[in-house]
C-alpha cells in the first residue's frame, strides 16, 4: 500500500481533502490511494456527477383555433336532411355511430395520424353528405375534435351547408407562405367541430396538394393532437386528380358507393385512383334495408314495457 504523511484529526473526507486535490480530479486525474486506519469505518469519496444531459425541445403541439366563433344553421341541417346536433335517436344517427366506431378503431396507432378522406366516384353519390353527417357524429364524442375541410377545390359547398361564412382556407395557406392555415380555421357553437374551407380555386391545385408544404401544413395541424380528426371532403375522384393526390396524405380513405347509382366499373376505376392511402373502405350510402334487418331509432322512442312513449 501506498505510504503517505501522518493524517490529522478529523472525518475520512476531511483527512482526504488534505492529500487529495478534487480540481485535479475534474481534470482527469487519478486519485491516490488513503491509507485507512483500522477500525474505521470506510468512505469512499464520490465521483462528480456527470454533465446532466440537455432538457429535450418539447414537440410541436397543433395550435388552438383562436377566430370567431359561428352558429351552424341548424334549420337548415334539417331541411337538408342533415344529422341535428343534440337531436333525437335516429335510424341515421345509429348508422353514422356503428360507422365512426368502426373509423375510430382503424385509426388507431396509423402512423399517418387522424386523416379521413371522404371521396366517390362521381359527383351526386352522397360524399359531401356522408362527411358532414360524419364530422357530426364525431363530434358528439366526448374526448374528440374534429376538423372538417372543404377540399372540393372545385365546388366547395361545406361552409354553406353548414349556414357559415367561408373566407381564406386551405388552398390560400398552400398558394401564400403568408397566411397562416391555422388562421383560416372556422370555429362553430359545436365546440369540438371546426371547419376549413376549401380557399381560393386554383388551376395548380393538385400540383400544391402534392408538394412537400401539404405535409408539413397537415403535420402543423395535427401534430401532438392525437385528439384532433381531420376530414377531407375531396372531388370526385373519376372528374378531378386533387382526389387521388389527397389520398397520399390520408389515413383511411372512405369512398362512397350509391346503392342505386355507382357501377362497378366506376367503383373499380375510383378505388384503383386511392392506392396512395393507407386503408380504403366502402361506404353505401342510399340503401333500404330489408324487413326484419336493422330497425334502428325505434328503440329510443318506446316505453319500458315496449309502448311508444309519450
Known amino acids: 500500500m501506498n505510504k503517505h504523511k501522518s493524517l490529522s ?17 475534474l481534470r482527469g486525474r487519478a486519485a491516490p490511494a488513503v491509507e485507512v486506519p483500522e477500525g474505521e469505518p470506510v468512505v469512499e469519496i464520490a465521483q462528480p456527477a456527470p454533465a446532466a444531459a440537455e432538457t429535450p ?6 395550435p388552438d383555433w383562436m377566430g370567431p ?14 344529422l341535428l346536433p343534440d337531436g333525437p335517436v335516429t335510424a341515421m344517427s345509429e348508422e353514422f355511430r356503428l360507422l365512426k366506431r368502426d373509423l375510430l378503431a382503424e385509426l388507431a396507432g396509423n402512423a399517418r395520424g387522424n386523416r379521413v378522406l371522404v371521396c366517390s366516384a362521381h359527383s351526386g353519390e352522397g360524399k359531401s353528405f356522408c362527411a358532414i353527417n360524419l364530422a357530426l357524429s364525431l363530434a358528439a364524442e366526448k374526448d374528440r375534435e374534429i376538423l372538417l375541410v372543404d377540399a372540393d377545390f372545385g365546388k366547395p359547398g361545406i361552409p354553406q351547408a353548414l349556414g357559415l361564412t ?30 376549413l374551407p376549401a380557399g381560393q380555386r386554383s388551376n395548380n391545385d393538385t400540383e400544391y396538394l402534392a408538394s412537400a408544404r401539404t405535409e408539413m401544413l397537415l403535420d402543423r395541424l395535427t401534430e401532438g393532437r392525437p385528439d384532433r380528426i381531420v ?17 397520399g396524405h390520408a389515413a383511411l380513405a372512405l369512398l362512397v358507393v350509391r346503392a342505386d347509382r355507382t357501377t362497378e366499373g366506376a367503383l373499380r376505376d375510383a378505388a384503383g385512383l386511392l392506392k396512395g392511402a393507407s386503408k380504403v373502405k366502402l361506404l353505401l350510402n342510399g340503401v333500404n334495408f ?21
Open 231 to 247: 376530414l377531407f371532403d375531396s372531388p370526385p375522384l373519376l372528374a378531378a386528380s386533387p382526389a387521388a393526390v389527397l389520398a
Open 57 to 62: 425541445v418539447p414537440a410541436h403541439r397543433a
Open 166 to 195: 367561408a373566407g381564406p382556407g386551405l388552398m390560400d395557406a398552400l398558394a401564400d407562405p403568408a397566411v397562416a392555415i391555422e388562421d383560416c380555421v372556422l370555429r362553430t357553437d359545436i365546440p369540438s367541430l371546426s371547419v
Open 290 to 310: 330489408a324487413t326484419g334487418g336493422r330497425r334502428f331509432g325505434g328503440y329510443y322512442a318506446q316505453g319500458h314495457d315496449g309502448e311508444h312513449a309519450g
Open 9 to 25: 484529526g478529523g472525518s475520512l473526507i476531511e483527512r482526504a481533502t488534505e492529500i487529495y486535490d478534487f480540481s485535479a480530479a
Open 69 to 82: 366563433v359561428q352558429p351552424i344553421d341548424r334549420i337548415a341541417l334539417v331541411e337538408a336532411g342533415y
